[in-house]
């Protein structure tokens, strides 16, 4: 004699890759329905902030691009000694810490993992989202924020490892205005840094996000647009690291 | 969850803060925007006046202000370079007309990120008041002219406006690259995104697609401004050797920055610096800059010259692709600025026919123009009379471009007045020109009564024949050797038999300036006197003129505009008007 069935739980589906977890359908000229139980307003504003997200992206880009072009041109450029009087090269290749700019990569490269765990997460429960709202139903508990914590946790970890970098560079006798070579040093890791920080308030905004129960889409889009920039963090610091480490 | 309202995520406010001052509206910040570059027209103006009074009259004493000192002239030339530049060419058109417009003209109901629009505008704005700042501070504003060349900008105690003054000139900039940014993403976004049902790329108006490459432009240009800008300071602040050379002497001290070295870093004098450095990463920004300044002109007066000459636009891909070669071009030809600077013969060589190509699609874009004028029924109105001068001083500033885009020219040609001749007509007067005839032709949308006509046109008139007065004599000036950025020249022999065309120029500004407070006056006057305007008082074809005057919130009152035909249907064979709106229904055939 069943009396009373229990509620049902469903865990959190395994969504394929390009799946709809993934990728939205593209919307017909902007007015079909995008189906998936996703209004086409969610996917006109999620594809308007992936072209935000892009346009920031070449910007930021723009900004290492002239300071690698500035540090190519530098580091070849003759300057005068003015005790010998003569023309000569004064750029001294930096002793980079680099087991240490290691110990950071592997940081941030960690934290794009776990920022795309949340992104997958936040991505699949916004396909439970209509599941959830039958009476008798719960879905697992939710674990985005979880992930969203980590990534952050360990974007301050990187920070305080550039931070620590940058001691070491100190205790080296590279200061700020030693030498040209380091100074770029440290205004290429210390414009990261301010962008990475940037990643961090963004990831800061989603959670609360979560917390302030905004709208599961809303928070789609926050978590999908700060999960590109950090990986294009990521990416822009191995960028860095590999310059200063093999452009000497 | 999906009923959200798709068009308008915000609702129009009510209260005066909300509606005005941090509005999210996209009309409003147009119109901050173009308040924004209206103020700091009269300061740069006030500037340039007090330069040319002080060039004829070297030991005259201005009210207030004394004598002008060369140190002083040096900042008034600085400033009004740069207040000009950045903050009346790159806003107004810009992010003043293109956000009015561009959201209206393609039929989106806002731009696409209408709280970054907000931020862009607020934060052009402190980035204002932190420039107007270097006026005020020990030493007065920068020496540096607006292209900040260094050494003198990177070195502190080079000049007496290089302490706090040039600090702030430079954050000022910073702050203006982050909102040039801001506004890049939301027209960009705004264009590829929001387009109305039918508005293909190539049905937009030329006005957005010249909006459309100047955001790319602004984009891809200002984060180098921004690096340079931060290298830059670090050079005067802490003591790194990126633009400083070596053993430079300024007033028999070595550099140092001011107060000595911080306590955690070695002392150590500049060392290797390279000045040229920074001239090419400025000219990098500085050349797309320029057609920052002038591609919304030159939409502008298309559009303008076509509505009026009741003509669809003599080749509109053609002028599409010329567009986009203008600004393609305009990031490899920055060298030509540097001809000067000891640069190889090769290099100079390829700048040198690199800046010639760009005078292809310059002449296609003028001949298309005339092409649209050719045998067309003109209605002489004030917007384009404006258009017409645009055209005017395009080409007459223009042609000296391939002059001094040669080496062997430009050399004797690059420190006269010949390059503030060349450069005041083709970037200044022409994009000024496009802004005047783009106030004149959108003002009944914007405020929903008409200009003054008669006031518009002796505006016009005036002000062409003014500004020839003034830059047509520079030239000749600069060939007979006056050079330009010296404070004073009376003294010097050669030159003496060059004032009288020096007083004759000063006179001409003098009463060019004058003339501008007819058009002021007709704006402001207009806007609460003038007559009531229509929806469509101009007969014009684009999607500005199909909503209500002015427009509501949401730019079509809750309808989405579907478009059918393309930008400039004038004058169709068989149309029962003159002209086909781009919403109107589509013509049964197809052709």
């Known amino acids: 004699m069943a009396t009373l069935s229990p509620s049902v739980t469903i865990h959190d589906p395994l969504t394929g890759r390009g799946g709809r977890g993934d990728r939205p359908p593209i919307s017909d000229g902007g007015n079909g329905n995008g189906g998936n139980g996703s209004s086409p307003d969610f996917i006109r504003r999620l594809r308007r902030a992936r072209v935000g997200f892009f346009i920031l992206a070449v910007w930021v880009s723009m900004l290492f691009i002239s300071f690698t072009s500035a540090y190519v041109v530098r580091k070849d450029l003759p300057s005068l000694n003015q005790n010998t009087n003569q023309l000569g090269k004064d750029w001294i290749p930096v002793d980079l810490p680099v087991s240490l700019l290691v110990v950071n990569t592997v940081l941030l490269v960690g934290s794009s993992v776990t920022i795309e765990f949340a992104r997958r997460k936040v991505a699949q429960r916004m396909a439970l989202a209509p599941v959830g709202a039958i009476p008798g139903i719960a879905i697992g508990r939710e674990k985005t924020n979880l992930w969203l914590g980590i990534t952050a946790a360990l974007g301050v970890a990187f920070i305080i490892g550039q931070w620590l970098a940058w001691g070491e560079l100190n205790n080296r006798g590279f200061y700020v205005a030693s030498n040209p070579s380091s100074s770029f040093v440290y205004v290429l890791t210390a414009t990261h840094a301010v962008h990475l920080m940037g990643g961090i308030v963004a990831l800061i905004y989603a959670i609360c996000a979560s917390l302030l129960r905004k709208a599961i889409e809303s928070r789609r889009i926050v978590i999908e647009i700060a999960a590109w920039y950090w990986h294009f963090m990521a990416a822009l610091w191995i960028y860095v690291f590999a310059l200063l480490a093999f452009v000497r | 969850?999906?009923?959200?309202?798709?068009?308008?995520?915000?609702?129009?406010?009510?209260?005066?803060?909300?509606?005005?001052?941090?509005?999210?509206?996209?009309?409003?910040?147009?119109?901050?925007?173009?308040?924004?570059?209206?103020?700091?027209?009269?300061?740069?103006?006030?500037?340039?006046?007090?330069?040319?009074?002080?060039?004829?009259?070297?030991?005259?004493?201005?009210?207030?202000?004394?004598?002008?000192?060369?140190?002083?002239?040096?900042?008034?030339?600085?400033?009004?370079?740069?207040?000009?530049?950045?903050?009346?060419?790159?806003?107004?058109?810009?992010?003043?007309?293109?956000?009015?417009?561009?959201?209206?003209?393609?039929?989106?109901?806002?731009?696409?990120?209408?709280?970054?629009?907000?931020?862009?505008?607020?934060?052009?704005?402190?980035?204002?008041?932190?420039?107007?700042?270097?006026?005020?501070?020990?030493?007065?504003?920068?020496?540096?002219?607006?292209?900040?060349?260094?050494?003198?900008?990177?070195?502190?105690?080079?000049?007496?406006?290089?302490?706090?003054?040039?600090?702030?000139?430079?954050?000022?900039?910073?702050?203006?690259?982050?909102?040039?940014?801001?506004?890049?993403?939301?027209?960009?976004?705004?264009?590829?995104?929001?387009?109305?049902?039918?508005?293909?790329?190539?049905?937009?108006?030329?006005?957005?697609?010249?909006?459309?490459?100047?955001?790319?432009?602004?984009?891809?240009?200002?984060?180098?401004?921004?690096?340079?800008?931060?290298?830059?300071?670090?050079?005067?602040?802490?003591?790194?050797?990126?633009?400083?050379?070596?053993?430079?002497?300024?007033?028999?001290?070595?550099?140092?920055?001011?107060?000595?070295?911080?306590?955690?870093?070695?002392?150590?004098?500049?060392?290797?610096?390279?000045p040229l450095l920074w001239q090419h990463l400025f000219w990098f920004f500085g050349h797309p800059e320029v057609y920052i300044a002038i591609l919304p002109g030159m939409g502008v007066a298309s559009q303008l010259l076509s509505t009026f000459a009741r003509k669809p636009i003599f080749g509109y891909k053609a002028m599409v692709y010329a567009i986009m070669g203008i600004g393609i071009l305009g990031f490899v030809v920055w060298g030509h600025h540097m001809f000067m600077s000891g640069m190889?013969?090769?290099?100079?060589?390829?700048?040198?026919?690199?800046?010639?190509?760009?005078?292809?699609?310059?002449?296609?874009?003028?001949?298309?123009?005339?092409?649209?004028?050719?045998?067309?029924?003109?209605?002489?109105?004030?917007?384009?009379?404006?258009?017409?001068?645009?055209?005017?001083?395009?080409?007459?500033?223009?042609?000296?471009?391939?002059?001094?885009?040669?080496?062997?020219?430009?050399?004797?040609?690059?420190?006269?007045?010949?390059?503030?001749?060349?450069?005041?007509?083709?970037?200044?007067?022409?994009?000024?020109?496009?802004?005047?005839?783009?106030?004149?032709?959108?003002?009944?949308?914007?405020?929903?009564?008409?200009?003054?006509?008669?006031?518009?046109?002796?505006?016009?008139?005036?002000?062409?024949?003014?500004?020839?007065?003034?830059?047509?004599?520079?030239?000749?000036?600069?060939?007979?050797?006056?050079?330009?950025?010296?404070?004073?020249?009376?003294?010097?022999?050669?030159?003496?038999?060059?004032?009288?065309?020096?007083?004759?120029?000063?006179?001409?500004?003098?009463?060019?300036?004058?003339?501008?407070?007819?058009?002021?006056?007709?704006?402001?006057?207009?806007?609460?006197?003038?007559?009531?305007?229509?929806?469509?008082?101009?007969?014009?074809t684009t999607l500005e003129w199909t909503t209500s005057t002015p427009p509501p919130h949401d730019n079509f009152g809750g309808k989405t505009p579907v478009v059918n035909h393309g930008p400039y249907e004038y004058s169709v064979p068989g149309a029962p008007k003159d002209f086909i709106m781009q919403t109107d229904p589509p013509t049964a055939p197809a052709h």
């Open chain 2, 1 to 274: 969850m999906a009923t959200t309202a798709t068009v308008h995520a915000h609702a129009a406010p009510q209260g005066f803060i909300r509606r005005y001052i941090f509005s999210l509206d996209h009309k409003i910040i147009g119109l901050q925007y173009y308040f924004l570059a209206l103020s700091a027209v009269f300061v740069g103006m006030l500037l340039s006046v007090l330069m040319r009074v002080h060039m004829v009259w070297p030991t005259a004493s201005i009210p207030l202000l004394g004598d002008i000192k060369p140190e002083t002239y040096v900042m008034l030339v600085t400033m009004h370079g740069t207040i000009m530049v950045f903050f009346v060419l790159t806003t107004a058109p810009q992010g003043g007309f293109g956000n009015y417009f561009l959201p209206i003209q393609i039929g989106a109901p806002d731009m696409a990120f209408p709280v970054l629009n907000m931020l862009s505008f607020w934060t052009t704005f402190v980035s204002f008041m932190v420039m107007l700042a270097a006026f005020f501070v020990t030493g007065g504003a920068p020496n540096h002219g607006w292209t900040g060349y260094a050494p003198l900008s990177a070195v502190p105690s080079a000049a007496p406006g290089e302490g706090l003054g040039a600090d702030l000139w430079i954050i000022s900039i910073a702050i203006f690259c982050i909102a040039s940014l801001m506004g890049a993403l939301n027209f960009i976004t705004t264009i590829l995104d929001l387009r109305a049902k039918g508005m293909t790329l190539m049905r937009m108006p030329l006005t957005c697609w010249s909006w459309f490459i100047t955001a790319i432009l602004g984009l891809l240009a200002f984060g180098v401004l921004l690096s340079a800008g931060i290298l830059l300071l670090l050079d005067r602040n802490i003591g790194t050797s990126f633009f400083v050379p070596g053993g430079l002497n300024f007033t028999g001290r070595l550099a140092f920055p001011p107060g000595g070295l911080s306590s955690s870093t070695t002392p150590i004098t500049h060392n290797g610096g390279s």
């Open chain 2, 344 to 540: 190889s013969p090769y290099t100079a060589f390829s700048f040198s026919i690199m800046t010639m190509a760009i005078g292809v699609p310059s002449a296609i874009k003028t001949f298309n123009w005339l092409g649209t004028l050719y045998k067309s029924r003109i209605r002489l109105q004030t917007p384009m009379l404006y258009a017409i001068s645009f055209v005017s001083l395009f080409v007459s500033g223009g042609l000296s471009g391939p002059f001094l885009a040669q080496p062997v020219l430009d050399i004797p040609l690059h420190d006269t007045a010949f390059v503030p001749a060349h450069f005041h007509l083709i970037m200044g007067v022409a994009a000024i020109f496009g802004m005047f005839g783009g106030t004149y032709y959108w003002f009944p949308k914007m405020f929903g009564r008409m200009m003054n006509e008669r006031l518009g046109q002796i505006h016009c008139i005036l002000t062409l024949v003014g500004t020839y007065a003034i830059f047509m004599p520079m030239h000749w000036l600069g060939e007979a050797g006056q050079p330009r950025r010296y404070s004073q020249f009376t003294e010097l022999a050669y030159l003496q038999k060059l004032l009288p065309m020096n007083e004759f120029i000063t006179y001409a500004a003098l009463i060019t300036v004058a003339v501008q407070f007819i058009f002021v006056f007709n704006l402001f006057w207009s806007m609460f006197k003038g007559p009531k305007a229509s929806d469509n008082p101009w007969e014009a």
